[in-house]
T-cell receptor, first 112, second 114 residues
Framework: EDQVTQSPEALRLQEGESSSLNCSYTVSGLRGLFWYRQDPGKGPEFLFTLYSAGEEKEKERLKATLTKKESFLHITAPKPEDSATYLCAVQAGETSGSRLTFGEGTQLTVNP | ETGVTQTPRHLVMGMTNKKSLKCEQHLGHNAMYWYKQSAKKPLELMFVYNFKEQTENNSVPSRFSPECPNSSHLFLHLHTLQPEDSALYLC?????????????FGPGTRLLVL
């Protein structure tokens, strides 16, 4: 069974204090790892897809990286507007089709 | 309207009521999904539709009944729900079901069952 574990569960940062969120996964045949951002009362907003170990993607202050066991979401010099819950999801296996397995998320708070 | 829209945004219903959730996607996608998001739990896939045909039912109780009249619209019909069904119900769409197809989510319907 595919498993996704995100850590920490919650993270508080001061504005400008860089840090990383972790997504560890155990799957049979990774086909894609997805990062989403979710604001309170809203649906998840797509950020990145990573397909193979060693791949990296960047968007503004966010950078996602992927290894064979985990993914990191690096946040450089965060701002209060980066406060949200960050979700990681994996798609795996030859017969999984479109099924995404989500982690529980990391709730990020950036204080001014 | 752009992206994926959902109505209503909030719903309160009794256990004997019948209600429906509506989802519409404006992205030209062919696949649509229903997810359930409960507090402190990961998103759970409920149903998958591809070109109006249901391709996956993740062991969802029959009190949840999906309907997909076309590739742009998806409904979730609710009847005789239980308080534990209270959650955020999210609709998503993608170009087609399958690997490497990004799913885009709507804002969700916050459901409270009394």
């Amino acid at each position: 069974e595919d498993q996704v574990t995100q850590s920490p569960e919650a993270l508080r940062l001061q504005e400008g204090e860089s840090s990383s969120l972790n997504c560890s996964y155990t799957v049979s045949g990774l086909r894609g790892l997805f990062w989403y951002r979710q604001d309170p009362g809203k649906g998840p907003e797509f950020l990145f897809t990573l397909y193979s170990a060693g791949e990296e993607k960047e968007k503004e202050r966010l950078k996602a990286t992927l290894t064979k066991k985990e993914s990191f979401l690096h946040i450089t010099a965060p701002k209060p507007e980066d406060s949200a819950t960050y979700l990681c999801a994996v798609q795996a296996g030859e017969t999984s089709g479109s099924r995404l397995t989500f982690g529980e998320g990391t709730q990020l708070t950036v204080n001014p | 309207e752009t992206g994926v829209t959902q109505t209503p945004r909030h719903l309160v219903m009794g256990m004997t009521n019948k209600k429906s959730l509506k989802c519409e996607q404006h992205l030209g996608h062919n696949a649509m999904y229903w997810y359930k998001q409960s507090a402190k739990k990961p998103l759970e896939l409920m149903f998958v539709y591809n070109f109006k045909e249901q391709t996956e039912n993740n062991s969802v109780p029959s009190r949840f009944s999906p309907e997909c009249p076309n590739s742009s619209h998806l409904f979730l019909h609710l009847h005789t729900l239980q308080p534990e069904d209270s959650a955020l119900y999210l609709c998503a769409s993608s170009q087609a079901p399958g690997a490497r197809k990004t799913q885009y989510f709507g804002p969700g319907t916050r459901l409270l069952v009394l």
